[in-house]
């Protein structure tokens, strides 16, 4: 079969375990992203939607072209419980990829979430239905259905690259791609910060927690001290 790049659908040829996925969304945001060296992000455009709440899912990847919406209708229509939809439009914010229709047909096929490099109408039902829902934009200038596009490919928002089947999460901080290959690994490193940041949670309530760390480290970088 004939397979034209820039204008295809693929399959899924992994997701990652629900196990694992259950597990990362019981974690902040920002402690897996301290467990990955700080050096992933989708960019701080990106903002909630949504009223409160985080997510956690299978990613279900989309490119789109900007302003039009036919591969975002055909990934939505492919989408199983579980996944989240990552849409790569550009980051343009001249017509909206979905609104009220598509997110009330999302949220029936057990979509747990959308992260849209792009923008969003209907803004009030997002927030009404509460779908955790990333996105760059909001108008009222609805999509065009023409095509090209690509469903089940690697995309990149702002340098992180999101692969079919990756975890995807989300809170109030942001979102984040979590790869197959690594999930485990970080899982893990992610666990024990967030178990560090217990007990110095709990220190601080005590009043014993240690700040000798910070004198320190103004010591090692040089700065004078003045008011030893």
Known sequence: MNMTTGFRILKRDRVAAPEIVAEFAKLPVANVSDS???????????RPMHTSGGMAGVALTV?????????????????????????DAGGALDNALMGELMLAYAI??????????????????FRETNLPTWAAGVTHRGP??????????PIAIDGM?????DIVIGDSDGVLCVPIDEAET???ATQDKSAKEIKQMADIEAGTNDRTWVDRALKERGCALLDD
């Open 36 to 46: 990955m060296s700080r050096m992933t992000a989708a960019g701080s455009r990106l």
């Open 63 to 87: 490119k789109a072209r900007p302003g039009d919406n036919l591969m975002l209708h055909a990934a939505i229509d492919r989408a199983v419980p579980g996944d989240v939809i990552v849409v």
């Open 108 to 125: 029936k096929k057990g979509v747990v979430g959308f992260v849209i490099d792009g923008a969003i109408r209907d803004l009030d039902n």
């Open 144 to 153: 065009y259905k023409d095509g090209p596009g690509e469903v089940n490919v």
């Open 161 to 165: 690259v999101i692969h079919p089947g």
């Open 186 to 188: 970080i899982l893990k």
